[in-house]
T-cell receptor, first 111, second 114 residues
Framework: GQSLEQPSEVTAVEGAIVQINCTYQ??????LSWYQQHDGGAPTFLSY????GLEETGRFSSFLSRSDSYGYLLLQELQMKDSASYFC????????????FGTGTRLLVSP | EAGVAQSPRYKIIEKRQSVAFWCNPI?????LYWYQQILGQGPKLLIQ????????DSQLPKDRFSAERLKGVDSTLKIQPAKLEDSAVYLC????????????FGPGTRLTVT
């Protein structure tokens, strides 16, 4: 089986930096994806890490440490529109490739 | 580029009734997924298709759920008979076979079973 752990909720103010952590346990690990989902909306892809290190895409960055089975999503210069749920998802191969989502972290950005 | 289309957007049925959801993936995406998302949880994979073949349906409650993808494009997911615990959002997603880590989701169907 597999397990993923994320904090259930994180709060921050506009302009701040926030880090959302994700720890995982799984076999057949290929990489870690991150998705954003606004209330009532569909999940949208943010980033994917297959190798150790930091990937930067605008205000968002994602980090992976395969040896620690740990990753995080870093959001900089927070804006009100960043209030959403953020899911980490392990990309794995157990005979076929699939994505398994965590329970999500709800980010609340206040003025 | 058109996104993943789903219909209906909302559905309310009574328990023991049947319901069907439709999905049209992004053109060229050979892999199609159906997820169930219960409020406050992450999407849970129900079934994954590669073209019109089933790759994984290990979490599909086969006594009441069925899905098909005829001609490797559109797909339908059916529930018969529905139970109260089936109340959830049903999400369809698609991806290129080479990139299942990057999936494109439709708007979902919010199902309420009363």
């Amino acid at each position: 089986g597999q397990s993923l752990e994320q904090p259930s909720e994180v709060t921050a103010v506009e302009g701040a930096i926030v880090q959302i952590n994700c720890t995982y346990q799984t076999s057949g690990f290929y990489g870690l994806s991150w998705y954003q989902q606004h209330d009532g909306g569909a999940p949208t892809f943010l980033s994917y890490n297959a190798l150790d290190g930091l990937e930067e895409t605008g205000r968002f960055s994602s980090f992976l440490s395969r040896s620690d089975s740990y990753g995080y999503l870093l959001l900089q210069e927070l804006q009100m529109k960043d209030s959403a749920s953020y899911f980490c998802a392990v990309f794995m191969n157990t005979g076929f490739q699939k994505l398994v989502f965590g329970t999500g972290t709800r980010l609340l950005v206040s003025p | 580029e058109a996104g993943v289309a789903q219909s209906p957007r909302y559905k309310i049925i009574e328990k023991r009734q049947s319901v069907a959801f439709w999905c049209n993936p992004i053109s060229g995406h050979a892999t199609l997924y159906w997820y169930q998302q219960i409020l406050g949880q992450g999407p849970k994979l129900l079934i994954q298709f590669q073209n019109n073949g089933v790759v994984d349906d290990s979490q599909l409650p086969k006594d009441r759920f069925s899905a098909e993808r005829l001609k490797g494009v559109d797909s339908t997911l059916k529930i018969q008979p529905a139970k109260l615990e089936d109340s959830a959002v049903y999400l369809c997603a698609s991806s290129f076979p080479s990139g299942p880590y990057e999936q494109y989701f439709g708007p979902g169907t919010r199902l309420t079973v009363t």
